[in-house]
């Protein structure tokens, strides 16, 4: 088992930026992908970013709303997963979760191919 705990969420201004952080506990994430959704109110939860588990290269995959924004990474010494959000816009108001897959088969942006979720952190961007 993983527990993930996201944390660095907040208030900020429209054209801000804010760095997420997904803390895992339990066991190493290193083999697993990583992934960034998120859930606006009254919105279904969507695909926001993911990172490979792959150690000798990582590949990323963003949604199109975020592509040049946002940056995912990890840092498995410390069993962490980041998102940097930049030029952050109102639309980016959401509750943001990371995920962890731990298929080790290829790269989804679907919810419900991720095994492990935390409980989210809360994102407001204001114009």
């Known amino acids: 088992q993983v527990q993930l705990v996201e944390s660095g969420g907040g208030l900020v201004q429209a054209g801000g930026s804010l760095r997420l952080s997904c803390a895992a506990s339990g066991r190493s994430i290193s083999r697993d992908h990583m992934g960034w959704f998120r859930q606006a109110p009254g919105k279904e939860r969507e695909f926001v970013a993911v990172i490979s588990w792959n150690w000798n290269g990582r590949t990323t995959y963003y949604a199109d709303s975020v592509k040049g924004r946002f940056t995912i990474s990890r840092d498995n010494v410390k069993n962490t997963v980041y998102l940097q959000m930049n030029s952050l816009k109102p639309e980016d108001t959401a509750v943001y979760y990371c995920?962890?897959?731990?298929?080790?088969?290829?790269?989804?942006?679907?919810?419900?191919?991720?095994?492990?979720w935390g409980q989210g952190t809360a994102v407001t961007v204001s114009s």
């Open positions: 995920a962890a897959d731990s298929s080790l088969g290829r790269l989804s942006v679907l919810w419900n191919d991720y095994d492990y």
